[in-house]
């Protein structure tokens, strides 16, 4: 790709005055066929097509462009085999509800996928590379058994919706946070767990909770409620209760705004099974795979990645 440093070096002929020869120097100049944004262009995701253009350098006189000028084509970069296996990857996790509703098909789709990115692991040693670890995760796809019950009372509730499944990691103090975000009418409540890590191996780290936090409820801007819900198969129509919508809500308003200005409440994690080990078997700037106690695997996408836009 021809760089910003590229174009500087073509020649540049500037208008002469000779005192023997008054006529005009021909004038070399650049002219792009399309304008060229460099920033945008290097700031490009890799999972994007980026837009091939080309610059050419056009000599011009008074009989017009010289046709012998060099001209400098850029060819249009596609992604690569990584790329496309981790868009397929992310593409299958499409209605599976993070894993609990996914079929065997689709299990057996993402495994195969999963097993080829890991094959070709840009990063080998990922405790050698915390900076990339760092940041916060976002829980697209696992097979842990332990969440399931979780994101099926989540399924069941139908007023109150798992927003949030992610995994922070500081890797300068070597902590980590997991957390659970949830919606409802009017308010959003989170859960979550702190938690230490220490290094064991290029690919292990070994995880130690704390404490867990039960976040107190936040007001959102105001109560929505929706036309229907679905409630053990049955569609209930909610349109009636709307009318007394605007009374409630000044109501709830007050009582969310009153426990919100309440600390979170925390609790202690000090027994055995508040310990577990993760190793991590793919990471790069926005995707992490990792494996955990009995086999279990979980899919995170970095916040902010183009690869959790729909």
Avoid: H
Avoid at 93 to 101: M, Q, V
Avoid at 128 to 151: D, R, V
Avoid at 201 to 209: A, G
Wanted: net charge neutral.
């Amino acid at each position: 790709m021809a760089s910003m440093a590229s174009v500087s070096q073509f020649p540049c002929k500037t208008f002469q005055n000779s005192s023997q020869n008054s006529k005009l120097i021909p004038s070399t100049s650049i002219s792009p066929v399309n304008r060229i944004n460099f920033s945008a262009l290097s700031n490009a995701k890799s999972t994007k097509l980026k837009q091939s253009f080309v610059v050419r350098a056009v000599s011009e006189d008074e009989w017009g462009p010289d046709s012998s000028a060099p001209s400098v084509a850029v060819v249009e970069e596609k992604p690569s085999e990584i790329d496309l296996l981790k868009k397929r990857l992310v593409d299958s996790f499409y209605g599976t509800n993070r894993g609990l509703s996914a079929s065997s098909e689709t299990r057996a789709e993402i495994v195969e996928l999963i097993t080829q990115l890991e094959a070709k692991n840009p990063t080998p040693a990922p405790t050698e590379a915390l900076p990339l670890l760092n940041g916060k995760w976002i829980l697209a796809y696992t097979t842990f058994s332990g969440l399931f019950p979780l994101l099926s009372r989540g399924a069941a509730l139908p007023l109150v919706k798992i927003e949030e499944i992610s995994q922070t990691i500081d890797s300068v103090n070597f902590t980590v946070q997991n957390s659970v975000l949830f919606s409802g009418p009017g308010a959003t409540t989170s859960i979550s767990t702190n938690a230490k890590f220490e290094v064991r191996s290029p690919k292990r780290v070994q995880i130690k909770f704390e404490e867990g936090v039960i976040g107190t409820p936040q007001l959102t801007d105001s109560i929505v409620l929706p036309d229907n819900v679905e409630f053990l198969g049955q569609k209930i129509d909610l349109s009636p209760f709307k009318s007394l919508l605007t009374s409630v809500e000044d109501t709830a308003s007050s009582v969310a705004k009153t426990i919100s200005s309440r600390p979170p409440l925390k609790f202690s994690l000090s027994n055995r099974n508040a310990e577990s080990w993760l190793l991590t078997t793919y990471l790069d700037d926005e995707l992490r795979i990792s494996r955990g106690d009995g086999g279990s695997i979980f899919v995170l996408i970095k916040a902010g990645s183009l690869l959790l836009s729909p």
